[in-house]
């Protein structure tokens, strides 16, 4: 059976309030141009965490398995990043080595997250799902700290995901369950990767964007590719449901 801990969810995500409250404070106040500058780079950064936390408060029963607490802390890292892509784009400075460094760290425990999770026995959908908005609030950061270096395209990247989520809202077909690729999830794995590349001092503009240009071109093939086989199988579907005698009249 599943290894829980049931009733400490809200534990578990006060917890990672606090750190958050200590950590993207303190970034807030350091680095931030001015005082309203560090209130709106504390904010992004905890719209990062409130999204985590919602998820995760609203389940039912309200548990935080092993892997989710791995979350948990890759979800205030990139909180705290987020602090610093605002700070820096306020006060017009380029990324900072920490900010590489704590996005590098929330990357590198995407890693770590899945095995836990299989090792506790503690797979979910929900701990999934969770996993996958991180990975994608990370690379949405990422991609809005590029931008201060290498233009205002990069937060394309970031914001692909979302785009794709909104279109589901409207086309139901976009809602389906894809089959696991390994394709697609080389290709998100390496959208933080080419982005901390991009970000880290010294590093030419020009290799970076190279680097950008080439990760954007596999993600625009991959959620394209999986456009076409979601349309593929909606289209299908009432031909299959006609075979099978549906009734009519």
Not at 70 to 94: E, K, W
Request: aromatic share 6%; proline share 8%.
């Amino acid at each position: 059976m599943p290894i829980r801990t049931p009733g400490r969810g809200a534990a578990d995500v006060a917890a990672a309030a606090a750190a958050y409250f200590a950590a993207g404070g303190w970034l807030a106040c350091v680095h931030s141009p001015d005082p309203l500058a560090g209130v709106v780079a504390a904010g992004a950064g905890a719209g990062v965490l409130v999204r985590t936390a919602g998820s995760i408060l609203q389940r039912r029963p309200r548990v935080c398995t092993p892997a989710d607490r791995v979350t948990l802390v890759r979800a205030v890292l990139v909180a705290c990043v987020a602090v610093l892509a605002v700070s820096g784009f306020l006060g017009r400075q380029p990324p900072e080595t920490l900010l590489v460094f704590l996005g590098a760290t929330a990357w590198a425990l995407d890693a770590v997250d899945g095995p836990v999770a299989r090792r506790t026995r503690s797979a979910s959908e929900a701990g999934a799902r969770l996993d996958i908005e991180t990975d994608a609030a990370l690379t949405l950061v990422l991609s809005c700290a590029a931008a201060a270096a290498l233009g205002p395209w990069t937060p394309l990247i970031g914001l692909l995901y979302y785009a794709f989520s909104a279109a589901g809202r409207f086309r139901p077909a976009l809602r389906k369950i894809l089959p696991p690729s390994r394709a697609r999830k080389s290709i998100g794995a390496l959208q933080p990767g080419a982005l901390l590349l991009a970000l880290v001092p010294g590093v030419p503009a020009a290799v970076g964007a190279a680097g950008l240009l080439a990760a954007l071109a596999l993600l625009l093939f991959s959620f394209g590719r999986d456009v076409a086989a979601l349309e593929r199988t909606a289209a299908s579907e009432p031909v299959a449901a006609g075979t099978a005698g549906t009734p009519c009249g």
